[in-house]
């Protein structure tokens, strides 16, 4: 999957865009608006706080940062006299689950209070009434989508992301 995101000008061509993707078999719940804050979106779908924040990315980034800290805290402890090889193993892996798990939480904290990375070059577009379109389409699917949608806006760019897959088998 793939999201594309595009800039739509009032409320009546996005209702229209959307109508046209849900024809198009693209799910509603992989459509999301993004809208300056007091616009009535009506029956659109609106994002939620996974879609306009850096919550994911956030928690991942936390599971790595804090799992490695608490790895070599458990191979400091580990170093320290009292402990024994025999226990090492175990507190290698309570700590390196307990940084894990503590950096989660804090990631997502963070994430949470922060927007999305990838949106905020339509801030200023948003702020001045514009409505922000996130579809996540199947990757064979982009060209066929972003040609309905110039269809309704011939001059909109349409912007994607990589997929998080690495390309190679």
Same mark, same amino acid.
Request: aromatic share 4%.
């Given at each position: 999957?793939?999201?594309?995101?595009?800039?739509?000008?009032?409320?009546?061509?996005?209702?229209?865009?959307?109508?046209?993707?849900?024809?198009?078999?693209?799910?509603?719940?992989?459509?999301?608006?993004?809208?300056?804050?007091?616009?009535?979106?009506?029956?659109?779908?609106?994002? #939620?706080?996974?879609?306009?924040?850096?919550?994911?990315?956030?928690?991942?980034?936390?599971?790595?940062?804090?799992?490695?800290?608490?790895?070599?805290?458990?191979?400091?402890?580990?170093?320290?006299?009292?402990?024994?090889?025999?226990?090492?193993?175990?507190?290698?892996?309570?700590?390196?689950?307990?940084?894990?798990?503590?950096?989660?939480?804090?990631?997502?904290?963070?994430?949470?209070?922060?927007? #999305?990375?990838?949106?905020? %070059?339509?801030?200023?577009?948003?702020?001045?009434? %514009?409505?922000?379109?996130?579809?996540?389409?199947?990757?064979?699917?982009?060209?066929?989508?972003?040609?309905?949608?110039?269809?309704?806006?011939?001059?909109?760019?349409?912007?994607?992301?990589?997929?998080?897959?690495?390309?190679?088998?």
């Amino acid at each position: 999957m793939r999201r594309i995101y595009f800039l739509v000008p009032d409320v009546a061509v996005t209702k229209k865009i959307i109508a046209d993707l849900l024809l198009a078999k693209i799910e509603e719940k992989h459509l999301h608006v993004i809208a300056k804050r007091g616009t009535p979106l009506e029956d659109l779908p609106e994002a #939620n706080l996974l879609q306009k924040s850096d919550f994911i990315p956030a928690v991942e980034q936390g599971i790595a940062l804090g799992g490695a800290t608490g790895l070599l805290a458990g191979l400091v402890a580990i170093a320290l006299p009292p402990a024994s090889t025999v226990i090492a193993g175990g507190v290698l892996l309570a700590t390196t689950l307990a940084g894990a798990g503590v950096g989660s939480w804090l990631g997502g904290m963070v994430g949470m209070s922060v927007g #999305n990375r990838r949106t905020k %070059e339509f801030e200023d577009a948003i702020e001045a009434g %514009e409505l922000l379109v996130l579809a996540d389409v199947p990757a064979d699917r982009v060209a066929e989508i972003e040609t309905r949608v110039k269809q309704h806006l011939p001059q909109v760019e349409v912007e994607q992301t990589e997929p998080r897959v690495p390309a190679f088998p």
